[in-house]
């Protein structure tokens, strides 16, 4: 192992050091926590070399942001994670600012290859300062990295006319079926916010603008980041994470949010044509997915499970800030984007399952037997009657005497809402979110994963998600549940293995 500048030796110690010393029953079992410090994006999701790769914006010396590094881990199965030391370090003067996300591509000689994201501050004639953000390339074996030396592979003078050069990044790499490769990255346009363009060259390392795949025109959000493209199935499919969003109906609530664009993408123009557009997950926390397409042909995503809104002072400082979401296998069902908790998930299922049949009539009841904060639980909820549908249905968990986090529906609003205002956090940000889901006359399914720190819902076989990070402290295990009306409930709850 060896570290290719004295900035990222000096991390890849820290990390050893202190990382190392965090204990595993402090940190999720399958949700990817930083080494050490801070954690954002998700970075080269890749499959390399017999396994999956996966690096992040990382700050290893503090649980805040701060200069980014690329943090690195690796895992056979996306649920087991082994910590490999730090990959890249703002070492240059063109990243002296942050090495910011970006992707990842396995090249003909075997070597892999990431592009992302080089930030230097530029002093401008007034004194202000302001960044600029240009293409980097680095080359390496799956542990360490050798920065090209003529990098940047892409600067402010490769942008279209109103391109801003302070917003220009965020690179995902794919290779071309004629042995070329392709490239998109976000920029800001001066008067019409986000825009997705596209570059192509012949080996990687030189680059050619070839156009705007997409242009926001200040739609959906201003400045858009993180993109990804793929083809799944028979459609297209482009996810962007934008900043400043406008909240539509009961969409785009989150300030920063991560939504799918489905329509189609025609390679010949380089032009991308929507048909439909709606958020990625409607929970508090999800940002920055990435998506991987795995060796059987899954096309598996990944998030950020935190969201730019609800980042403040943690009120218990933890070694460690930000974690992943589960991975999850994407598809696509009546023309609708359907996310599914990875299946290998199945295989930490531990204990004999619990199987009731609960009726519920407006009191809060739990069953022994059903608790815990790792946690894969299935909920098939509907009317006893369908001649009366009840006015609510409500689970409680990581509860204790004091605090909860819960998921209730109601059936004649069709709203799903999620609410961890109780769970504990003592920080005036959002801690409720609704979503508008679909039901037949009250009767709906909830598969609910919680992982000590988080919980990720997923509706009606992953018709949609909600998730969201809860702080509860990890003793609060109670799981409750509460109709408003009459009520039956299968539940199938299975205990996850703790590692
Ligand atoms: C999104 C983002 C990216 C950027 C990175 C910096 O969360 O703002 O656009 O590359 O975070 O850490």
Redesign the pocket.
């Known amino acids: 192992m060896k570290a290719s500048s004295e900035l990222l030796e000096k991390a890849r110690i820290y990390e050893a050091e202190t990382g190392g010393a965090i204990g595993g029953a402090d940190r999720p079992s399958f949700h990817l926590t930083p080494y050490t410090g801070w954690m954002?994006?998700p970075?080269g999701f890749s499959y390399y070399r017999g396994k999956y790769h996966l690096f992040y914006?990382y700050h290893p010396y503090d649980s805040h942001?701060g200069p980014?590094h690329w943090g690195h881990a690796v895992s056979k199965d996306l649920l087991t994670w082994k910590h490999l030391p730090a990959a890249l370090a703002p070492d240059q003067p063109y990243d002296s600012a942050?090495c910011?996300?970006?992707s990842a591509l396995t090249m003909p000689d075997g070597k892999q290859l990431l592009i992302?994201?080089g930030?230097q501050k530029e002093t401008l004639p007034d004194g202000m300062t302001r960044d600029i953000?240009r293409q980097c390339v680095a080359v390496g074996d799956g542990m360490d990295y050798e920065k090209y030396a003529e990098n940047p592979v892409l600067n402010e003078n490769d942008l279209p006319q109103g391109g801003q050069p302070a917003d220009f990044?965020?690179p995902k790499i794919f290779p071309e079926p004629d042995g070329t490769y392709s490239m998109i990255a976000?920029n800001r346009d001066k008067t019409e916010g986000g825009q997705v363009l596209r570059f192509l060259s012949s080996d990687a390392f030189h680059w050619e603008y070839a156009g705007k795949v997409i242009e926001n025109h200040n739609r959906l959000g201003l400045?858009w980041?993180?993109p990804d493209l793929f083809h799944l199935q028979d459609t297209d499919v482009l996810l962007i994470?934008a900043?400043e969003m406008l909240p539509e109906g009961l969409e785009y609530h989150n300030g920063?949010g991560n939504f799918c664009i489905l329509g189609r993408f025609d390679k010949a123009s380089g032009k991308f044509t929507e048909e439909t557009s709606y958020s990625l997950d409607y929970g508090i926390d999800f940002?920055?997915a990435q998506t991987v397409l795995a060796p059987d042909g899954r096309r598996i995503m990944i998030g950020?499970l935190q969201n730019?809104d609800t980042v403040l002072p943690p009120q218990i400082e933890r070694p460690w800030f930000g974690q992943m979401s589960l991975p999850r296998e994407l598809s696509i069902r009546d023309g609708r984007l359907i996310q599914t908790p990875i299946r290998e998930l199945e295989k930490y299922r531990t204990g004999a399952p619990m199987e009731r049949l609960l009726s519920l009539s407006n009191e809060e009841t739990e069953v022994d037997g059903i608790s815990g904060r790792h946690v894969d639980m299935e909920l098939l909820i509907e009317p006893a009657d369908v001649d009366q549908i009840y006015h609510k249905f409500t689970v409680r968990f990581a509860k204790n005497d004091r605090f909860y986090t819960s998921v209730s529906f109601r059936p004649r609003e069709s709203v799903l809402r999620i609410d961890r205002k109780f769970s504990g956090s003592r920080r005036g940000i959002i801690h409720q979110r609704r979503a508008s889901v679909r039901h037949i006359n009250g009767k709906i399914k909830l598969r609910l994963i919680l992982d000590l720190y988080s919980v990720e819902i997923f509706v009606n076989d992953g018709e949609q998600v909600l998730s969201a990070v809860i702080v509860t402290e990890k003793e609060a295990e109670r799981i409750s549940f509460f109709a408003d009306g009459d009520v039956n409930v299968k539940v199938l709850k299975y205990a996850l293995k703790q590692q």
Do not use: K, P
Request: charged share 15%.
């Open positions: 954002n994006d970075n914006q942001w980014m942050g910011f996300s970006g992302y994201t930030v953000q990044r965020d976000v400045m980041e993180c994470s900043q920063f940002y920055a950020w730019w």
